[in-house]
């Protein structure tokens, strides 16, 4: 393993530090004066922070939007138009779409990913192959967690080949359940087949839950029945909920506190919600986001992500992370401080990743970035970032702006 000391840079505290990272860890921390070493990354002018995660990404339909279409359909088009497309992908596109994907949310600082992975009938394992295959490729740069996604329906007859390919997609390398309850016609009977399987697999899952507006379905109550009836010994992630947000707040303080007593942690996914709901109120336009600051004053986790990544279910993004807390500032009203928690402490949490602080003895995955601190690095989201991951620099990005019209002196004033 390398030893790396990462110096001069400031902490959300205000003190300017050297790091010195080993063994993947941060070994020391003292003010910023050591004397120079060969292995050192000057940080001065840097805010250093614990590394975001991106934890609900899909990396298999990433940089698809011009080849999809589609652009600007509700979440029923979006579905339709990629289940349309989906049979002609080959497994070596999508493999070179998801590394780029990758490669780009590590440059913005990203060290661990969740990516959910279609599996169906027409598609079979070609995107969890193509995916294994990326993980493998990155493993260097960044720790990443395949959900198989399973195909509608998950239940009854017509289910079977669902079920079979789930299994499948667990035994060649996916490691988390996933699947879309809402979706099924029979939201309960879906809910305890992804328990089921992933009981007997011995991993956690991963669902996609009430991804609408409406009152019903209403599949996170169903799946918080079902983890508190059975104590369901593994981590449970509800990613969306997004109907919670359209809850009475005497509703949605109930839900909650169900859900804090499951130990189930809830996904927000700002960028894809509100760009796919509420595309028929032309007025009052519902922001298709949870219920954030009630389910956190319960105790839930709450963790967000970035979602779809140019792909029908968005056309935009940028694979940055700190674009997620911008969101989660602007249309969920979230404090700077707990925006940034929510991409990377309760992230990592929800992931089951071990905590990141800077501290001695914390895993070294870090994100330093220009800015004078951590509200400034939310609003400029500069591009000027060093990300390290087991205690290696593993992108650096620097930018030079030019104001060929002005002299020195100006451009200084
Ligand atoms: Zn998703």
Redesign the pocket.
């Known amino acids: 393993m390398t030893s790396l000391w990462a110096r001069g840079g400031h902490l959300t505290d205000g003190r300017r530090v050297d790091l010195h990272l080993a063994e993947g860890r941060i070994a020391a921390i003292s003010p910023a004066i050591s004397p120079a070493s060969r292995e050192e990354v000057d940080l001065a002018g840097f805010l250093v922070l614990p590394a975001p995660v991106e934890p ?1 990404a ?1 990396l298999d339909k990433a940089y698809t939007a011009d080849l999809v279409g589609a652009t600007g359909a509700d979440l029923s088009a979006a579905v339709e138009a990629w289940l349309a497309y989906r049979p002609t992908v080959a497994e070596a596109e999508i493999a070179v779409r998801a590394a780029i994907a990758v490669r780009s949310y590590v440059a913005n600082g990203v060290t661990a990913v969740r990516s ?1 992975v279609d599996v169906g009938e027409d598609v079979g394992l070609r995107g969890l192959t193509a995916l294994c295959a990326v993980r493998d490729a990155v493993a260097a740069e960044c720790e990443i967690q395949l959900v198989a996604f399973p195909s509608v329906p998950l239940t009854g007859t017509a289910g079977a080949n669902n079920r079979a390919l789930l299994r499948e997609a667990l035994a060649v390398g996916a490691h988390i359940v996933g699947g879309c309850p809402a979706r099924d016609p029979d939201p309960a009977g879906c809910i305890a087949v992804v328990l089921s399987i992933a009981a007997e697999a011995g991993v956690p899952i991963d669902l ?1 839950i009430d991804e609408h507006l409406d009152a019903e379905p209403d599949t996170l109550s169903l799946l918080t029945d079902v983890v508190i009836g059975t104590g369901f010994p593994h981590r449970v992630v509800a ?2 909920c997004v109907s919670l947000g359209m809850a009475t707040r005497e509703r949605a303080h109930a839900v909650a506190d169900r859900l804090a007593a499951a130990g189930i942690a809830v996904i927000s ?1 700002p960028h ?1 919600n509100l760009y796919l709901q509420g595309r028929d109120h032309p007025t009052v336009v519902p922001r298709g986001l949870t219920a954030l600051r009630i389910l956190r004053e319960a105790g839930v986790t709450v963790a967000a992500g970035g ?2 990544l140019q792909d029908p ?1 968005n056309c935009l993004g940028r694979a940055d992370p700190l674009e997620t807390a911008v969101l989660l500032v602007l249309a969920g009203h979230d404090s700077p401080e707990a925006a940034y928690s929510s991409i990377s402490a309760a992230a990592r949490t929800a992931l089951g990743l071990s905590s990141v602080d800077i501290v001695v003895g914390a895993p070294a995955e870090l994100l330093a970035i220009r800015a004078a601190n951590l509200r400034a690095a939310i609003a400029t989201g500069s591009s000027d970032r060093v990300v390290v991951h087991a205690g290696r620099v593993i992108a650096r990005t620097e930018t030079t702006r030019h104001y060929p019209t002005l002299s020195p002196e100006e451009v200084n004033a």
């Open positions: 609900h899909h959910h996609h990613s969306h996914l894809t979602d779809n279910f």
